[in-house]
């Protein structure tokens, strides 16, 4: 018969792995200074922003737009079926519009991108340090931070929120769709309602917290794919540790922002 740990045991257990929990976060926040460093060589990185925008940002517009349009739909269904004759129809806009700018767009975008531009960042910087790639960048006086790293987190800083925002405006107009032909709401009363509550602050509010994911997921990234050891199976091991942590990472700076902007609303 197998027999239980001991409590010593699990509390071992427990403290080493806040241990290293916390041990992880000051690498990321020494990694993240390094970045912030090599910032600084402007010629290193300017140029290759472009790229690396049409590569992480432009190319996965499709797939948020795809979220969002079924997100949408789901949003208006629920809400109609959730509030049923309580409230005036009108507010399924009001609660499409909240819904899909304050949380939905920005998280559930930023989740899909987290799995294609994190696991694309690892795997090719990852395949770059098996291969002594970066060794020989490095032997060419060229800072890899300055020259991989940097592009890769401006561009995806950046064009997490042009993704995000397109996700706005097309998850609001597929809800209206679905509130028109499957709904009894008229597109007067599914305007009012999202007209009726709607602040700037909102979408604000959205974007800010995409950029955030957008940084998050491209130091992630970046520091699992230069962290690379053994081969086409490290390089798997590091695109998988990437999506997971950025996944992670996201749902963090999502009650983070949370946090903020409920304690904002209390000191005003």
């Known amino acids: 018969m197998k027999r239980l740990a001991s409590p010593a045991t699990l509390v071992t257990a427990f403290g080493a792995a806040v241990r290293r929990a916390f041990e992880g976060l000051g690498q990321g926040a020494r990694f993240t200074m390094s970045v912030v460093r090599a910032a600084r060589d402007l010629p290193d990185w300017l140029p290759h922003v472009s790229a690396q925008a049409r590569s992480l940002g432009v190319g996965s517009i499709p797939i948020g737009i795809f979220i969002a349009l079924f997100t949408g739909i789901v949003l208006a269904l629920l809400a109609s079926y959730s509030v049923g004759d309580m409230v005036p129809p009108y507010f399924v806009g009001t609660l499409v519009q909240k819904t899909v700018t304050l949380e939905l767009a920005p998280v559930l975008t930023g989740l899909a991108l987290a799995g294609r531009v994190g696991a694309n960042i690892a795997a090719e910087l990852g395949t770059m340090k098996v291969t002594e790639q970066i ?102 091991a590091a695109a998988t540790r990437a999506v997971v942590l950025s996944a992670v990472m996201i749902l963090v700076l999502d009650a983070f922002w949370a946090v903020i902007w409920l304690s904002g609303r209390t000191l005003r």
């Open 135 to 236: 060794d020989a960048l490095e032997t060419l006086s060229f800072d890899p931070l300055s020259y991989l790293v940097v592009p890769r987190v401006v561009a995806a800083t950046a064009m997490f929120p042009v993704v995000v925002a397109l996700a706005m405006l097309v998850g609001v107009v597929s809800g209206w769709l679905a509130s028109i032909s499957l709904l009894d709401v008229t597109t007067d009363q599914f305007l009012k309602g999202a007209r009726i509550f709607f602040v700037d602050f909102d979408v604000r509010y959205g974007l800010v917290k995409s950029a955030s994911f957008g940084a998050a997921v491209s130091l992630i990234g970046c520091k699992a794919g230069l962290e690379t050891q053994g081969g086409a199976q490290g390089v798997g």
